[in-house]
RNA sequence: GCCGAUGUAGCUCAAUGGUAGAGCACGGCUUUCGUAAAGCCGGGGUUGAGGGUUCGAGUCCCUCCAUCGGCUCCA
């Protein structure tokens, strides 16, 4: 027998082996049709499982459900298989989940799909929605189900099989077993039937590696998502559509902040005026918390010698991810020519022109690098092209050279180390805006927030163990504190730690010291935060604040991490009060991050309307007139003079098109100066989001002004009523 | 780096394989106006670059470059 609590305190009761949906059709049939799933003790469950022998909580479960929803979208993924599949019967299925937003399905099929096929396998799964048919859940055996799966003959099912878990494999048919109707392996759940899905649209295809592994074929995912019916699968499109106009690619080409152009090189980005100033007003921000945390400025060059990224572990550790080395003679150049040669031609029987050229400048330039080119292997025999690389690749490694800085770090401790420390002078807190060179993959470069050329607001804390905690807690603190000065609020922290893998380095005993420190010091900041295994930087553990960009891709803003493996490699010391030498620790911290992908984020968070303290231009100066352009040139030459930053518009344009001009550029003050303003001294006051402030003397407009920007205020002066919206 | 899409004036976009266009922006002139767009006139292009097919290419094909979306990576 089966006792059945309902959510209204009602409880019915049925014999075994009652499946939920004749629960629910009992209930009453309106019911059955609307549920999807039910919620049965806390946990969600298809309509077709089965209760015996047990009292349970249940509640039917609509399309409204979060749960109810995933499941419709894992059974949509379904749909959409199928109806691809019956469009091209080579179609191999790989994998398909419900995600967050929607689903996708990872297939192998030669026909490259595109958006113009998006209609008509919508069009195939409209008629499988159609037929209502079930979704039919049967286990068999796993000898059997592998048996079943290699028969079939699709290798990504029977390896899926093999990492599922249990002693039975489950498919799921859509419609009757037996009836030739399309199936799939799937360890389910499922809604009841294809009619019951909700409104659903195809939203993209791309590639995608089976297990994320690039070394294996790479998939086609097709990505969809599904909602209860139209209206809300419409409204979800058109929020991503609203989200795409945050866009700091969209609004800093809008606003003129920055400019990314093909001829200066991918991602590295031209700064305009109005960005610029952006970016100082935040670096001049963050210095003076500088000063007030005790941190000394330092300054360092953007190159050094590839000696000091050897001994950091920089190079050649992350050497695919730096622009290649600089060499400070011909030798580069010339192995470069050389390197070229051999590959223009890789497989020719003899020299070719290239490699005939390069070898008369190598006889020409230096004998002495023929004879280190030849002791490293190099053949002038021709037709050795892969041996002649591999000797140049290691006499190119082994050069001396310099490296664009990828980090500041390694310069930082050569400042630490140029003098002898003391106890008494830790913590050192070394602090500059860095800039730094990183060949990022050119798949991955993105707008402001992912460059290869960047300025990290770095410093680095040298201490002793038992500053750790402390220091990490105040970096904490003050990245905290430049996120609420923003506003910043919707963020979230990890905790990267080592876990398994060999890129990191050191000694297992500091890694779990240092792990520890950034645990306590979490804690001592009173947060709350997840830990990632593996997501260590490759020195040591480090505590990251993430935000989401407009499209929702998470990005790391600032940064803490410790290090206990550095300040080793480069030796550093002090003198501690027993006179003996102690290693100390070092602290890596950036609380915006890199400045690129900070701003990038916060023109996204503010959509280009700034905070005045930030904004390119804080107040426009419009006359209406030729009347009162004069006066005009003299409230603009006031405010200009008090430190605001400010533009005078003194065109023939009608002020309506004056104050269309500034808010479109989300100036946050409109100074409206006509014969009123004139004959009372006076500036008429009028806010981007269309407030009128009426009518202030110069002085008290600057000094309200000045005041709001001292207090770095979020939001814009107010009328009576209260704060104009940013 | 991989898969796919895209690339036309400063910006947003048109143009059956058959004379490259519009709006905004920009320049000139007229207008001097009170809270989100005055009017007229004008200048702007090796259609991302280079090859190919064709009588003829923005349009079809190839290579490269750049951008976008994923995947992978991210000190």
Redesign the pocket.
């Known amino acids: 027998m089966v006792t059945v609590r309902l959510p209204d305190g009602r409880e019915v009761q049925h014999p075994d082996g009652v499946s939920l949906m004749q629960i629910l059709q009992a209930i009453g049939p309106g019911l059955a049709k609307a549920a999807v799933a039910a919620r049965v003790n806390g946990e969600t469950r298809e309509l077709f499982s089965t209760l015996s022998n047990t009292t349970v909580e249940l509640q039917a479960l609509k399309l409204d459900d979060p749960a109810a929803l995933q499941m419709a979208r894992h059974s949509t993924a379904h749909v959409m298989a199928e109806a691809i599949c019956a469009l091209w019967p080579q179609t191999k299925l790989v994998y398909g989940p419900p995600v967050d937003g929607g689903f996708?399905y990872d297939i192998d099929l030669d026909h490259?799909?595109?958006?113009e096929d998006f209609p008509r396998i919508e069009e195939r799964m409209a008629a499988i929605v159609k037929e209502d048919r079930p979704f039919t859940r049967y286990e068999v055996p796993r000898d059997a189900g592998m048996k079943k799966l290699v028969a079939e003959g699709n290798d990504y099912k029977v390896d899926n099989a093999q990492r599922a878990d249990g002693d039975v494999l489950s498919f799921y048919v859509t419609g009757q077993p037996n009836s030739g109707c399309w199936e799939d392996l799937c360890k389910g759940p499922h809604v009841p039937s294809t009619g019951r899905i909700g409104a659903f649209k195809i939203l993209?295809?791309?590639?995608?590696?089976h297990h994320?592994?690039?070394n294996k074929k790479?998939l086609?995912?097709v990505?969809g998502t599904t909602f209860p019916d139209k209206k809300l699968l419409q409204a979800h499109l058109d929020q991503i559509e609203e989200a795409k106009k945050r866009?700091h690619?969209?609004i800093g080409?809008?606003l003129g902040l920055f400019t990314?152009d093909?001829m200066v090189?991918?991602?590295l980005v031209l700064w305009k005026p109005r960005g610029a100033v952006i970016r100082y007003t935040l670096e001049n921000f963050i210095r003076g918390e500088l000063v007030r945390r005790g941190y000394q400025p330092v300054y360092t060059p953007h190159i050094g010698r590839l000696e000091l990224y050897r001994t950091s572990g920089?190079f050649p550790?992350?050497k695919?991810?730096?622009y290649p080395p600089i060499f400070d003679n011909d030798t580069a150049r010339f192995l470069n020519d050389l390197w070229e040669a051999t590959v223009e031609r890789k497989d020719a029987a003899g020299f070719n022109a290239g490699e005939q050229r390069a070898l008369q400048r190598l006889d020409d330039l230096d004998p002495e690098i023929r004879t280190t080119l030849k002791t490293r292997g190099f053949s002038d025999e021709g037709g050795k092209a892969d041996r002649n690389q591999n000797a140049i690749r290691t006499m190119l490694a082994e050069s001396d050279g310099y490296l664009l800085k990828?980090?500041n770090?390694p310069m930082h401790m050569r400042i630490y180390g140029s003098e002898p420390r003391s106890y008494r002078d830790l913590p050192i807190r070394l602090a500059e805006f860095g800039t730094?060179y990183?060949?990022?993959?050119?798949?991955?470069?993105?707008?402001l927030t992912?460059v290869r050329g960047f300025t990290q607001d770095d410093a680095h804390l040298f201490c002793t163990p038992d500053q750790v905690e402390q220091e990490m807690a105040d970096c904490v603190d003050l990245t905290r504190l430049v996120l609420k000065t923003l506003g910043m609020n919707d963020y979230r922290v990890r905790i990267?730690l080592r876990g398994d893998g060999d890129?990191f380095i050191g000694a297992r005993e500091d890694w779990d010291q240092a792990e520890e420190a950034v645990r306590r010091a979490v804690k001592k900041a009173d947060m709350s935060a997840t830990e990632a295994a593996g997501?260590?930087?490759?020195?040591g553990p480090?505590i990251d604040f993430i935000v989401k960009d407009c499209?929702?891709?998470?990005w790391?803003l600032g940064?803490v991490?410790i290090d206990y493996n550095n300040p080793k490699r480069f030796n550093l010391r002090y003198i501690g009060d027993d006179n003996a030498e102690h290693r100390p620790v070092m602290i890596?911290r950036a609380p915006f991050g890199s400045l690129e992908r900070f701003c990038g984020i916060l023109i996204e968070h503010f959509e280009g309307a700034f905070p005045t303290w930030l904004a390119p231009v804080q107040a426009a100066v419009c006359?209406?007139?030729?009347?009162?352009?004069a006066y005009a040139r003299d409230v603009f030459a006031l405010c200009q003079q008090a430190g605001l930053r400010v533009e005078l518009d003194a065109s023939?344009?009608?002020?309506?098109?004056k104050?269309?001009?500034a808010?479109?550029e989300k100036t946050p003050y409109?100074l409206?100066?006509?014969?009123?303003?004139?004959?009372g001294r006076s500036v008429?006051v009028?806010t981007?989001?269309?407030a009128?402030l009426g009518?202030f003397t110069i002085p008290e407009f600057l000094h309200a002004v000045a005041q709001e920007i001292a207090e770095r205020r979020l939001t814009l002066l107010a009328t009576a009523s209260g704060a104009a919206p940013g």
């Open positions: 996708y490259k799909l595109t958006p993209q295809v791309a590639g995608a590696y994320g592994d690039a790479q086609q995912r990505y866009d690619r969209k080409q809008e990314l093909a090189g991918t991602g920089h550790y992350y695919d991810s730096q990828p980090m770090c730094v990183r060949y990022e993959q050119s798949g991955e470069v993105n707008g992912r990267g890129k997501e260590a930087a490759f020195y480090k499209i929702g891709r998470d790391q940064t991490q890596h006359s209406v007139s030729e009347k009162s352009e023939s344009e009608r002020i309506g098109a104050i269309r001009r808010t479109l409109v409206v100066i006509g014969e009123q303003e004139v004959a008429n009028r981007r989001s269309g009128q009518n």
